[in-house]
């Protein structure tokens, strides 16, 4: 799909840490395919990131410096790829931990005091990975709920890739061009519904 230049920025990341996780590698993976397409992309992840488990009492100390840094790297990017791993049917605890700071207000900062800012009118588009055969299905119908509460547009477009053990080849790259296929698709659609909103 080709679309009218400039596209919206777009940030893509993954709800995990692990060295070899299949999410880690699906978010690479995204993130280069919307590069070839001509999308500036900014690929972080999220152990780059020094935050500690929310709580209200350090947060009452002070918001971290890396949680103010995520607010704004997210508050700058139009349009979102997540890309959530499934544990015990649901999203990881990194990922929630992530949202709950960076949705957090910041009382003493009146730029920063609507906790939604960095949310709000994000078009966000859904991927996962696992060994199993529904992909991280499970993750996502969990984690789109959560989304929509923290006032982000919810591509309809996701896609869940199953069997991720041998959907990589040794240098992360997608084996199937279906598979390529599948996550082009809901990059397109992320990319097309900010640049819509944007207008």
């Known amino acids: 799909m080709s679309f009218p230049k400039p596209l919206p920025k777009l940030l893509v990341f993954a709800g995990s840490t692990r060295l ?66 499934e544990y015990n049917g649901s999203y990881t605890a990194l990922l929630k ?13 009146p730029a920063w005091q609507d906790g939604f800012k960095s949310f709000t009118g994000k078009v966000v588009g859904v991927l996962s990975a696992s060994p199993g055969a529904l992909g991280g299905l499970r993750s996502q119908s969990h984690l789109v709920p959560l989304l929509l509460n923290s006032h982000c547009w919810v591509a309809p477009r996701a896609f869940a890739l199953g069997n991720a053990g041998s959907a990589f080849d040794a240098e992360g790259e997608l084996v199937s061009d279906s598979h390529r296929k599948n996550v082009q698709a809901v990059i397109d659609q992320v990319l097309f519904a900010a640049q819509r909103l944007a207008a």
């Open 20 to 85: 070899n996780s299949f999410n880690r590698k699906l978010a690479a993976v995204a993130a280069a395919l919307a590069r070839a397409g001509g999308a500036e992309v900014t690929h972080v992840e999220l152990a780059d990131f020094d935050i500690s488990m929310y709580n209200a009492d350090l947060e009452a100390r002070g918001t971290p410096p890396d949680v103010m840094k995520l607010k704004q790297l997210m508050f700058e990017h139009p349009a979102w790829i997540i890309c959530s791993p």
């Open 97 to 109: 931990n992530t949202i709950d700071w960076v949705s957090s207000p910041v009382k003493s900062d």
